[in-house]
Every structure is written in structure tokens, then in C-alpha cells.
């Protein structure tokens, strides 16, 4: 039987699933789709591979940085399975797809990690804003990510500067989210509550002062469409990272595919892991 | 003038001190004394000093037992000023007092680390349970050692083992508490909310639980008096990175003293630094 003749999955059939589950069905490839409102309620990460000569200046960098780079999970070197965040799991197939870089470079987008894995890789897990949709869906936040299928949140680069630490340093991507006037103090509030998942908007009103001379011009992520009667909200995202490897030339970097995260076994309510 | 002819200080003159103005009377040895009480309101920091080359494993260590070693900030290599925890300080005088491990064996106390200093120096910091003394006091918690000036709190290796990273295994170390019982949900409460601080305790009840067969028999600290009417309670303590420094036998580790912490500029009531 053929990849093709896999039964395929809604994505509503997943959004209720244990992560395990979702686990799964991106290992056998019966979900290659992005993973927004997959396994509501559990943290999605950001994953940034990197060899570990490199290592620890990007676990400083990231722990400078804790808005953008809330840190869920390192790696022992060579060792593919996230102790903390999801120890059944293995990070080089539990992915929809990952992109590599080389020389500052995108080369290849791959779904299957094992073929480039080696002995010195580390794997970098931070928090996700995505892992807040169960909790913005309940309290009747309805960003156009999650009500319409092909939408997904946009990413800039801003005029903030991250901290550097090592060899890392960049500006602070932020993510936007039109947020509806009436809802602004609450989506402020709740996002807030969670740092491990960015916590509050760093920058709320024109996109200008943040140095996003225009919405339209994305970064990453989809162009958004108008949202008259809403605010613009940035938050700190963890494409800061990739920004950082990237300006800093280091020879490879290996990433999750934008949007494609790993779907954690961690619960999103509870704020800290000891 | 020599060291003896400077004034020397009250406790109490610097427990309502901002941070600066603890670290400018260490560094002028006008305070030489344990850190209780000093600067209240402010997080004070365990301090370990390691080689590089066992940084990112030590890292990972701190990280995968956030209980006990919440990371403040880690500086880099060979540069002696904590960016986040206080920019403006050295953390090669600012700290009362030392100890220096050789071969899993200390060796020595010194109150200057500037001889000893070197480029491949890196500096941890970590969370302290002396930091939440301020929070505590306001709700009528009155624990030994904050209302006796020869008292402090004592620690003991459990038969808990931390989460292992790279050369760093051992006993998560304890340090205890004896609260009254009508004040222990408060306490658990209040404490659980300061992460950064340890959180809640890790066991309450018959030490033997936690392998710790006579209370009498200290590791580090204080012996405690015998105190009828309260119930044990104990707390993950930064110590645990010394005990797994220690066991690992690495060629060189430097700390503070125990009790004679770093006094950061971080405020306790911002339970979170991005």
C-alpha cells in the first residue's frame, strides 16, 4: 500500500486527539498538513536543530530571549527524543515536514529527518502561539487562523533587537493577530497568563512603531486580508530563532516547516514543568 | 583606611536596601555576612561557576530540574556581568563569600574571585527559596529562620534523583521547613505561585519519604531545633547542582558560600523576565 492509499484525516478528527495520536498519524504520513488546531490544549513547538558546537550559545540566546524563545525541551547531542517534552516521541518523523538550511540558505524541505540525522545535532523545543487556540476558542476569541481554513497568522521582522548571545543575534519577529476592539483587553489578559507560549502582545496599535512599514509586506506566514473594527496585536514569535541562525551564517540549521510544529505531550494549563 | 576601619552594617539597615546599594556593601566588605533578609523583595541567586566545556551540559541539567535550579541567567564565557539578573554588577566581588571545589573536594574560601577568574569562566544562576522571605513575613509566616538571627535553614540529599544531563546526575537536595499546621495550605499556596523561587514543596510529612532518616543529620545548613506543633515540609534547593557537580567529579567548580548569595535586581513579584 502506497503513502497515497492511506486513509486521510480532517483536521477536525485531530483536533480532539491526544498528542500521541497526532504523533502518529504525522508518522505515517496520514497528516502532512500544517498542525493549527491539532491536539487543542497541548503545546506545539517550534523546533530549531543545530550542531552542538553551537549549542550552547543558542540555549543562552534563547534563554535571553524568553518571549520569543520560551524553551520547553533540549536534546542530549544525538539523541532524537525530547525527554521532557515527549519522550515516546522521535523528532526525526513526528514532523510534517522540515526545512534545511545551509550556509544561511534553504536547501531542501524534507518530511523524514532520519537520512540527514547525525551524532552532534541538538534539538531546541520553545513554546508556540498556536498552543493557545483551545484557550482563545473558549473564550469566544475568533481570530480568522482559527476560523478559516486557509488562513494563518502573519510574521515580521520588527526594529526590536533580540539579545544576543554567542554568535546569535537578530531583531525579534513578532506575529500579528487582528484583534477585534471590544476583545482587546481580554485576548491582552489571557494571553498573558501563558509565557510559555509568549505571553503578551509585545506591541499593540501601529505596526509602524515596531518598523512594519506595511501589513501587507509578510515575512513569513500568509498576507493578511483588511480586518476593519480591529486592532493590530504583535506578539514575540520563535521565527526569532531562524532569523538569528540565519543572520549568523552558522553552516546548518534544520527547522520545522513553518506552521508544521511538534505537537507536544505537555498540557497547555499547566505554566510550569518540574 | 584597611577593611576594619569601614563601618560595619545592621542587618536590618539592608534588608529594605535596593539591590545595588547589598552588592556595593559587599564589594566594599562593609557586609561579609549570609544574604537572610538582605535586599527583601529581590530574587537572590545561587551562583555556580563552571569550565565551557561543561556549560550546555549543566545548561540542560538546569533546565530539566526547574524545581530546583530555576535559571535566572547564565553569563557568557569568561564575562564576569549577569545581563539579565544585574548588568551593572561583577559577580567576582559582589558575593560574600566563595567556595572552590577541586576534584569534587573544596579546597578553599576566598571573598575576591578576581584572582582566580579566567576567560572560560561561565556563571550560573539559579533560584532561591531566601527570596520569597519578604511574601512570606507579609502573610504572618514566621519560619525559624526568619525570626531567629542564628537560624537557617537545613538542607539534606533525598533519595530523589534530579533528571540526569551529560555528566550531571544526583539526589535532588531538600531543604526544609518546619511550618505550622495551621498555616501549611497557606504556605503551599503562596509558594507554589513563585517558580522561580522553587514553587511548592516537593513532599510534606515523615521525612523517611523522601529518604531522609533523622532530621538531626544535616547535609548542608543549620541543625533545626525540635519544633512541636508544625509538620515537615520540604523544598527542591539550588544545592542540587553542587551535589551533581560533585558527583560528577569535574576538575573544577566554583559557588557562593552557602547562605551568602547574590542579590539580584530581579523583583519577586515579576514572576516572569522577557
Redesign the interface.
Known sequence: MSVADLPTLQREALAHAAPAAVRAAIRERRWTGNTKRLALGYHQANVTILP?RY??DF??FC?????SLP?L??T?PGYPHP??AAPEADLRTDIPAFCVYRDGQLVERVSDLRPLWRDDHVAFLTGCNLSIDQVLLEAGIRFPHLVREDAFPAQYRSSLPA?E??VFRGPVVLSYRPVPEAQLLRVIELTSRF?LCH?GPVHVGDPGRVGIADLAEIDWGRKPEPSPGTVPAFW?CGITAQAAALASAIPEMITHAPGHMFVTDLPVSDR???
Open positions: 552542538e549549542a550552547f540555549m543562552r534563554h535571553r530571549n524568553p518571549r524553551l525541551d533540549v542530549d525527554t521532557l539579545r548571545a554567542g509565557p505571553g514575540a510550569t514543568f518540574g
